[in-house]
Structures are given as structure tokens and as C-alpha cells.
């Protein structure tokens, strides 16, 4: 793509995006993003924030573009927001799960991504059970590929939500204190963001019981002739000291689908140890925010009582989700500007005049 500004969806004079930063044909993890490239796809995400909040949240920034939905593993959540996103912006989209596709009858993961591509898949959204598919499909096809979690390996678009879930708060990630708790060692979503918040310039801090927590992760056990696997963290097994202070809390689930048997005790003494609760939260920053991927088992790894509280912004980071998938999709496009009327183009900003919901 070219160092167009890409326009704003609501046509304010002087409002868009500065796309010089992005260079990116697929989404596959942020370990290989730096924080220009993320900021550009937080503000686009503002911009699409305020498509959504409009009475008839349609534009047709998209019309002509192809989304397919490719999910090998079960997502609410994730496939929800895609879907919305791309019909927002007035794409095709199409949805397939394993359980419906041909991969049933043994077609590979190449043949399918081949064979989206061939109906027309300007964009493969995907989700696999196996760490790394994306980054096979995407050298087999010229589609785009964004990846929706692969096995315990990554889960970039999460962790972008998460990233501009929190700058809206605090309007900088830069010095803020985020902990990560529970099973790192198993969490896509937790491997992105440590990617993402590090670029940011945020403070990171994973804690979780020493069998949760990935090999190579604290820097004295990493090997020195390798490029590190993840960024640079700190570790902490204790939830009071890894809280004290945080701006920001982010409890995870258990990945029990991904988990070898014998890792803990019991589930019992897990949340005993490990449990976010308000006791616990007590010692964090007073502004701080509390969040978590979704899904939730709360009584385990978050107490039901602060999940739905006043620093809980659980819902916020779903509803963001949608703005930011919107973004990426809008810039994996390649558009700067839709002939039909995308955001910013005369037709947009006639939807731009609608009353605000
Ligand atoms: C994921 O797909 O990884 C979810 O967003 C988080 C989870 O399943 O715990």
C-alpha cells in the first residue's frame, strides 16, 4: 500500500488515518509490529468507533470485498465481531466452521484457503486449533489472512482490542502497569499482548503458578543465540505483588482444552492462589481497569462480583472489538478511498449525517 492518508469514515475535514505506517498483507501476530503500525490501526479503529455509534451503522467502505469467516474451533466472541464488522462496512462476509466445511470429507487446510480464494475470499479470517496454520495458509494463497487464534500461539486481533480498550482509558499505554494472571503458558491472548503492550511502552507483568508460566520466559532462562521467542516481561508468581499498583488487571482462563493433565492441584486451590477478587484488586491503582478475553469462568480465575463491577470493562472490550476488526479489515483492503462512497467519500458522510443513536 501506498502512504495514502486514508479517509476518515465520517468526512471530518482534516480527520484520517496516516496509512505510511502499515505494511502488512496478513495479520498473523504483533510480534511483528511496531507501535506506529499499531497506533495507525487504534486511531482508524476510533474513527470506525463512531460508525457504530451512528443510528444506521452502515457504510460502504467495503462493498465488493469478500470476508470469509474460517473456524476450525469454536468462537463467539471473535466470529460474531468479524461478521459485524465487515457487514458495517458493507462487505460480503461468509461464515464457515469445520463441523461445515469439506475439511469434514479431508480436504487439507491448503485445498480450503485455495478453494476461498478461488470462490472469491478477499480476506480469510481464521481460527485453528494448531499453532502456526495461518502462517501456513497464508504462503498458499494471495488472499489476505488474518489470524483469530491459532492453537496457544497468538491471537493479534484480541490483543489490538485490548490495546485500544485500555488507550481509551488512559489515553497512552506508555508507563502503564498491565498484569496478565492466570494460565500464560496456554493463552494465545496473553502471547499477543505481550507483544502489543510492549510495543506500546507499557509496563508488563505475567503471574501465574510456575507450572502456567512458558519455558524461556523469564530472560535469565533464554537461550542467547536465539531472537527471542517473546518480548522482554516481568514474572511473578505472587497475584498480591503482581497486582500492587496496576493500572491495568487482565485475567485469563484456564485453557483447559490445551492443558496436558497434572499442571495444578486442583481447581480449587488454583482459584484459592490465583482467584482475581476484590480483596486482591484492592491493592491495585484506584483508576484501574479490570479485564478479561471472555469466555469466563468466574468463581476460577475471576470472582463473579468484580467481573460485572465498576472497574470491570469486560463489555467494552467486546463492543471495541468490533471497531477494530472493522479497522483492520479496512486497511488489509488496501482502500483508501471507496468510488461507491466509502468512509469519508461524499456517500459516507451522508451517512455521516445521521442522527447518533
Ligand atoms: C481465545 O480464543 O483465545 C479467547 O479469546 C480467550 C480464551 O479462549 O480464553
Redesign the pocket.
Known amino acids: 500500500m501506498t502512504a495514502a492518508r486514508i479517509a476518515a469514515p465520517s468526512a471530518t475535514p482534516g480527520a484520517g488515518t496516516d496509512a505510511a505506517a502499515w505494511q502488512h498483507r496478513h495479520v498473523l501476530d504483533l510480534d511483528d509490529f511496531t507501535r506506529a503500525e499499531i497506533e495507525t490501526v487504534l486511531d482508524l479503529a476510533d474513527r470506525m468507533r463512531e460508525v457504530l455509534d451512528r443510528r444506521i451503522a452502515r457504510v460502504p467502505a467495503l462493498r465488493g470485498y469478500t470476508v470469509m469467516n474460517l473456524f476450525y474451533e469454536a468462537?463467539t466472541?471473535?466470529r460474531a465481531s468479524f461478521e459485524l464488522a465487515g457487514k458495517v462496512l458493507g462487505a460480503d462476509v461468509i461464515s464457515l466452521s469445520a463441523s461445515t466445511a469439506s475439511v469434514q470429507k479431508g480436504e487439507s487446510l491448503i485445498d480450503t484457503v485455495r478453494t476461498l480464494r478461488a470462490i472469491g475470499a478477499d480476506v480469510i479470517v481464521m481460527?485453528h486449533a494448531a499453532s502456526g496454520a495461518p502462517y501456513l495458509a497464508a504462503r498458499h494463497t494471495d488472499a489476505a489472512i488474518v489470524n483469530a487464534?491459532d492453537g496457544a500461539h497468538a491471537?493479534p486481533t484480541?490483543a489490538l482490542l485490548d490495546l485500544y480498550t485500555i488507550r481509551s482509558h488512559f489515553g497512552s499505554l506508555a508507563g502503564k502497569r498491565v498484569v496478565l494472571i492466570g494460565d500464560i503458558a496456554h493463552?494465545?491472548?496473553a502471547r499477543s499482548d505481550m507483544w502489543g503492550l510492549a510495543a506500546m511502552g507499557a509496563e508488563v507483568v505475567v503471574c501465574g503458578p510456575p507450572t502456567l508460566l512458558p519455558r524461556g520466559l523469564r530472560a535469565a532462562d533464554r537461550p542467547t543465540h536465539a531472537a527471542p521467542a517473546l518480548p522482554a516481561v516481568t514474572v511473578e508468581t505472587d497475584i498480591d505483588r503482581a497486582i500492587a499498583g496496576a493500572h491495568v488487571v487482565i485475567a485469563?482462563?484456564l485453557?483447559s482444552e490445551r492443558q496436558e493433565g497434572g499442571l495444578l492441584p486442583s481447581l480449587h486451590e488454583y482459584a484459592a492462589l490465583y482467584q482475581v477478587t476484590a480483596a486482591r484488586l484492592a491493592r491495585a491503582h484506584p483508576d484501574h481497569l479490570l479485564m478479561h478475553?471472555?469466555?469466563k469462568n468466574e468463581g476460577i480465575e475471576i470472582a463473579g462480583d468484580v467481573a460485572t463491577g465498576a472497574h470491570s470493562i469486560i463489555e467494552e472490550q467486546v463492543t471495541n472489538g468490533v471497531a477494530v476488526r472493522m479497522a483492520l479489515l479496512y486497511l488489509l483492503s488496501g482502500r483508501t478511498e471507496s468510488p461507491g462512497g466509502g468512509p469519508g467519500s461524499a456517500a459516507g458522510s451522508a451517512v455521516g449525517g445521521e442522527a447518533r443513536a
Request: charged residues 25%; without cysteine.
Open positions: 468462537s466472541r471473535t481460527r487464534g491471537h484480541q493463552s494465545r491472548v485469563l482462563r485453557q478475553p471472555g469466555p
